[in-house]
Nanobody
């Protein structure tokens, strides 16, 4: 089992920045991918970004160029730096760990509003 604990959600103004963090614990092994998805009210869950065990990053079209994902392989954490926030970034953000199985965090709310 892998446990994921997210932190850093909250309220940010349009154009502002926010950082989300996720810490993985438990049966964390090499060869995994960690990342973020989000789900806005009334919409399906959407891919945001992920980073593989060898550092390769992939971003969703809606966040590319504004968000940056990074990992600390010693601490087993993944961080999402959100810049130039838009109202449409408002959603619950979920941390994801994909190894032999798929694990999800409990979600953290991000609200972009003036």
């Amino acid at each position: 089992q892998v446990q994921l604990v997210e932190s850093g959600g909250g309220l940010v103004q349009p154009g502002g920045s926010l950082q989300l963090s996720c810490a993985a614990s438990g049966s964390v092994f090499s060869g995994n991918t960690m990342g973020w998805y989000r789900q806005a009210s009334g919409k399906e869950r959407e891919f945001v970004a992920h980073v593989t065990n060898n550092g390769r990053t992939t971003y969703g079209d809606s966040v590319r160029g504004r968000f940056t994902i990074s990992r600390d392989y010693v601490k087993n954490t993944v961080t999402l730096q959100m810049n130039s926030a838009k109202v449409e970034d408002t959603a619950v953000y979920y941390c994801n760990y994909r190894g032999n199985q798929n694990y999800w965090g409990q979600g953290t709310q991000v609200t972009v509003s003036s």
